[in-house]
């Protein structure tokens, strides 16, 4: 007798319990709204598709996740040095001065090599347009490009035992004259401040806003950021110093995703706030879901107008383990309301209140002892039961 | 404590409650009064000089008033020994609870009868006593005594020389009780041996007395 109430006193708790969990995620969907978002899946294949595909499928979340690609990358834009110096060499030997020149003489080519950080053929171009112009008697040309060769610190190509040793004597002497001249400070900023700085075609110098002692004369200032198109300018740097100010625009899609790509790439990166922020510039939305697929587990951001507003990491890839982290990674981004414990919801009280009332009835139901009324009349004697 | 007289009546009534929270359930429990002995040894007491039945003092008045009490025995031990329940009254009190109920017979009849003390029974047989009994642990006592039942309304100690015969019941609960509730005297036993205007009066004052 016992054992059976029992029995039906956990089966009925137990039902109390569903019912609640169920509510439970009824009410933290219906709280969601049906927002609509943007997904981005990354990682290796074949583990990618199938966590997009259970990221793209309609959940018990309302909100309107719709998987996206991230955009093909931009080829590289630095357009490749084509200038065929074995020709100006040709030219150069055979006294073809003219011709010698005019393979150099285009400063957009210098340009090129010096946004392609092409240190060697920046240098080696300046080192022939010296010795052309020397030989065709253009001595300022000649001075000129030996001294952007100087001003620049390109390294000395090879090529100089190819050339008369009064060219070398030239180089030379213009650029003990250079290292002779006062250096002066060039001021780099930007805005957004924390842009890479490149000069003359080399690695990042240093992040605006900051200041380089250069030499004086001509430098190819270039500013690079994540989320930004590369800005490069030719400057001119006076004795008494000078400043370089630029407001980078904002990046292409094709350009942010390449950057992540060169900068980032792997899915664990999406739970990085500047990568996961790289790639709100690469998939253009108000409300971006990243979700990054390893091999064993899965990370997760949430951005909203750019900026990460939750994330989340995982252990495991399998569907179940998408679906929490999505709802994971939308709660802490406050895209959906945390699912309140059961303990807070007042259904539960109210269940609580019925089952108590329930059982209080019943208790009372076992316990009660009605009044009774007890009527007297009178009977027949009795004979006396002697023992 | 679930009350074992009324376990079959209570589930129903339960069950009726259930139904209507608000319906006033009650349980009805029926019980016979009957004098132990036939006659009654409690009405067969004599007057200690002329050895006369009680009984026949009702000849001085046409009516023979039954009066009816209960005695508050809340508290007190299960047995029905006399000289217990003289003593209990004695030290912690049995006052008469709930009211006191009456009814009358007439002299002639009784008197006139071959057995007057069974006359008694004859006459009081199936008239009803009380429609609601009081609650608790009670003693049933009831008293003959000459005079008619408005004479004796009042709960103070009768007059000896009015009386003319008393029962009473072993402490019992009404409510829970199943079996028929018997009156007897013994007190005879307890004062003397003799039935007598004495233990009459003990019987009958008992509860009653300051």
């Not at chain 2, 009726?16 to 009064?33: F, I, R, T």
Request: hydrophobic share 45%.
């Amino acid at each position: 007798m016992t054992g059976g109430l029992l029995r039906a006193v956990v089966r009925v708790v137990s039902a109390i319990f569903v019912v609640l969990s169920s509510a439970t995620a009824t009410i933290a969907s219906a709280q969601a709204g049906g927002v609509p978002l943007t997904a981005v899946v990354v990682g290796d294949e074949p583990e990618r598709s199938a966590a997009a595909r259970v990221v793209a499928e309609r959940s018990a979340l309302s909100v309107e996740l719709g998987v996206t690609p991230l955009p093909e990358r931009m080829p590289d834009t630095r357009r490749a040095t084509t200038i065929d110096l074995a020709r100006t060499r040709a030219h150069y030997v055979a006294a073809e001065l003219d011709a010698c020149l005019s393979t150099v003489r285009d400063d957009a080519l210098l340009d090129d090599a010096l946004e392609a950080e092409d240190v060697t053929t920046a240098a080696r171009l300046l080192f022939w347009r010296t010795a052309c112009a020397l030989a065709f008697g253009d001595e300022a040309l000649a001075r000129a490009s030996a001294e952007q060769l100087a001003v620049r610190e390109l390294p000395m190509p090879l090529d100089v035992g190819s050339v008369t040793p009064d060219v070398e004597r030239f180089l030379f002497d213009v650029a003990a004259e250079v290292r002779a001249r006062p250096r002066a400070q060039l001021r780099v900023s930007s805005v957004p401040i924390g842009a890479r700085v490149r000069l003359d075609g080399r690695a990042a110098r240093c992040t605006t806003p900051c200041a380089i002692e250069l030499a004086t004369g001509s430098h190819h200032v270039a500013l690079d950021a994540d989320g930004f198109e590369p800005a490069g300018a030719q400057i001119a740097l006076a004795a008494e110093g000078g400043a370089h100010e630029v407001t980078l625009t904002r990046a292409r899609p094709e350009r942010a995703s390449a950057q992540w790509s060169l900068r980032y790439g792997r899915a664990a990166d999406v739970a990085l706030d500047p990568a996961a922020e790289l790639l709100g510039v690469a998939v253009p939305s108000r409300r971006l879901l990243l979700v990054g697929v390893e091999r064993s587990r899965l990370v997760g951001a949430y951005l909203e107008d750019g900026v990460v507003r939750g994330r989340g990491v995982r252990e495991g890839v399998a569907e179940d383990d998408v679906r929490a982290l999505v709802r994971l990674v939308l709660e802490r981004g406050g895209v959906l309301a945390p699912a309140p414990e059961f303990w807070e919801l007042p259904e539960l009280w109210i269940i609580v209140g019925v089952v108590l009332a329930g059982a209080g009835a019943a208790i009372g139901w076992a316990l009660y002892e009605p009044p009774v009324h007890t009527s007297l009349r009178w009977g027949e004697p009795v004979r006396e039961v002697t023992p | 404590m679930k009350l074992r007289a009324c376990s079959l009546r209570q589930v129903a009534c339960s069950i009726a409650c259930v139904a209507s929270l608000a319906g006033g359930c009650e349980a009805e429990n029926a019980l016979d009064v009957r004098f132990l002995n036939q006659p009654p040894l409690g009405l067969a007491c004599v007057e200690e000089g002329t050895r006369r039945p009680l009984l026949t003092r009702a000849v001085t008045s046409p009516t023979i008033a039954v009066v009816t009490d209960f005695l508050d025995f809340t508290g007190s031990e299960s047995t029905c020994r006399p000289g217990y329940l003289w003593t209990y009254c004695a030290t912690e009190g049995c006052p008469p609870v709930g009211p006191r109920v009456c009814t009358e017979l007439s002299s002639r009849d009784i008197l006139l009868a071959d057995e007057p003390v069974r006359a008694v029974a004859v006459s009081l047989l199936g008239q009803p006593i009380v429609s609601d009994a009081p609650d608790g642990s009670l003693v049933v006592r009831t008293t003959l005594v000459r005079g008619r039942c408005a004479d004796h309304l009042e709960l103070a100690p009768f007059d000896d020389a009015e009386l003319l015969g008393c029962l009473h019941s072993c402490p019992l609960e009404l409510d829970a009780t199943e079996r028929d509730v018997v009156l007897e005297n013994d007190f005879a036993g307890v004062i003397g041996g003799l039935c007598d205007e004495q233990v009459t009066a003990a019987c009958a004052n008992l509860g009653l007395e300051e």
